[in-house]
């Protein structure tokens, strides 16, 4: 044994050492915070976007995918073919994958996965995007054939979607709670109220991908003061999605977070109802979003995150286009208008507003805003989802609402027959249709800017703004995406800086 100064100095030395090792070590753990648990682990089977943000990617994967641009990619479909009337897409499977039960992929399962959310018994959140398929055919282990009813260009798409992931027969039935896919990591345990945990598939087909993680957990948190106490506390180590925009400026000065602003695909708009006067007519509707200031709406309703829109469609959408100048905020304008349209002493109606808090916010500003041209907008707060969903949504009872839609790629909402805003447009649904009847991408994009550009002028809804991605994570975590063209949590190329 060393002694006196001859000891002190070694065990300098080896402390040095080893405190360098460990500090060279890059950690291979991570913790994600969600505000929100999801419901089940199956995304094929029930809608609430947290499914997708647990599973999407890191343990269920589809035929093709959507990448951080928004983007389709291939993915479990190596490559594919339309035939020149678009009616039937043949796909070449990759080989060698298999699921983490060891089962192998082929055509069979991704004919029984499609099938499975097809069928007419099926529970799919997505079902009607797979409601153009006519049959399935399976010629060999390696090929899936798509045979349509009617084109159908946005397949591709919505073969990425979370709703669409590929997943093995025999497992499928208890996927919601013990999921077993082909991702990059494989599922360990869910407790419940608490967290669920990952761990790296060893055994991933993507030879190409290094996933630098071991093990990820996601902690559910639903207090936003309990969120920003565990970042800074280092009990989680991200939240991709921080729910709180007042606390955002709280982690200012703290040189271990990294606070990231991003988009989302959630769009707040006021939707009206346009079979109800005076709503029915147009120079009104356009009259309000005069009346709107956005950026004020932006400021009031998230802190100043988020991004004003003049249509249904967020600046991560393929084709989009910035038609916030199409009616602008100009109060004198907006009450010139509203006198044109025979409203010169204004008109009072009710917003049924849910209780969510940028719903309420918002209300608040708008009710200010309408006031200044003569209009009274009473508020009533509307329980979210039950009676809102029963009142607006299905009964379609109500002059104006507020909500945020979720959906990516969502504007067909405005050709639906029926849905909440009674919305009837020709010349917008000719133009939808368009869209399926092309898988050109460059066709597709134009025909959206059509489609957007109709909308902006038409105003079935106050078009408000995009809620932020308002991300808070360790500064040394690399590789989480900064926006989200779908709702997500995707760790493949997550690591920490060395």
Do not use: C
Request: a negative charge.
């Amino acid at each position: 044994m060393l002694k006196g100064a001859a000891f002190g100095l070694a065990m300098a030395a080896g402390v040095f050492v080893v405190q360098s090792g460990a500090e060279a070590a890059p950690k291979t753990a991570l913790t994600v915070g969600m505000a929100v648990e999801p419901t089940g682990l199956d995304p094929t089977i029930a809608a609430p976007v947290a499914i997708g943000q647990v599973t999407w990617q890191n343990v269920f994967e589809g035929l093709t995918t959507i990448d951080k641009a928004g983007k389709v990619q291939p993915q479990l479909a190596e490559s594919w073919q339309i035939s020149p009337d678009g009616k039937t897409y043949t796909f070449k499977l990759r080989q060698g994958v298999k699921f983490h039960n060891g089962v192998a992929f082929d055509s069979a399962v991704a004919k029984f996965s499609l099938d499975r959310a097809r069928g007419a018994d099926s529970v799919n959140p997505q079902k009607r995007y797979f409601a153009s398929i006519e049959t399935i055919e399976t010629p060999d282990a390696g090929t899936l054939v798509l045979k349509l009813k009617q084109p159908a260009g946005s397949l591709l798409y919505w073969l990425g979607w979370p709703a669409s992931v590929v997943v093995e027969p025999k497992s499928a039935a208890d996927n919601k709670t013990t999921p077993v896919g082909t991702g990059p990591f494989k599922f360990v345990s869910w407790a419940k109220g608490s967290k669920v945990d990952l761990a790296k598939n060893a055994d991933y087909w993507n030879k190409s991908v290094s996933v630098k993680l071991d093990t990820a957990a996601f902690r559910f948190i639903a207090d936003p003061q309990a969120q920003a106490a565990a970042l800074k506390a280092g009990d989680v180590d991200a939240f991709p999605e921080f729910g709180a925009p007042e606390l955002v400026k709280s982690f200012e000065g703290d040189k271990k977070l990294a606070t990231v602003i991003g988009n989302t695909e959630l769009k707040v708009v006021a939707g009206m109802n346009n079979t109800r006067k005076p709503f029915s007519d147009k120079k009104v509707r356009q009259a309000l979003m005069m009346a709107v200031d956005r950026a004020t709406v932006v400021d009031g309703a998230w802190s100043g995150y988020g991004t004003p829109i003049g249509s249904h469609y967020t600046p991560n959408d393929r084709g989009y286009k910035d038609l916030t100048g199409v009616y602008p905020f100009d109060a004198a304008k907006a009450r010139a208008l509203l006198a044109e349209a025979g409203f010169s002493n204004g008109f009072t109606f009710t917003m049924k507003a849910p209780q969510m808090a940028y719903a309420q916010r918002s209300s608040q500003i708008l009710q200010a805003m309408f006031a200044e041209i003569g209009v009274t907008m009473n508020i009533e707060t509307t329980e979210f989802p039950a009676k809102w969903v029963a009142d607006v949504l299905k009964a379609a009872d109500y002059d104006m609402t507020i909500v945020a839609h979720a959906e990516p790629m969502d504007i067909d909402i405005y050709a639906r027959d029926p849905y909440y805003f009674n919305y009837k447009n020709s010349a917008f649904n000719d133009i939808l249709a368009k869209v399926e009847a092309t898988s050109d991408a460059a066709e597709q994009e134009r025909l959206y800017g059509e489609a957007q550009t109709i909308l902006a002028n038409d105003v079935p809804s106050l078009f408000l703004f995009v809620m932020p991605k308002l991300g808070v994570w360790d500064a040394k975590v690399k590789g989480l995406w900064e926006n989200e063209p779908i709702p997500s949590n995707v760790l493949t190329d997550v690591s920490w800086a060395e």
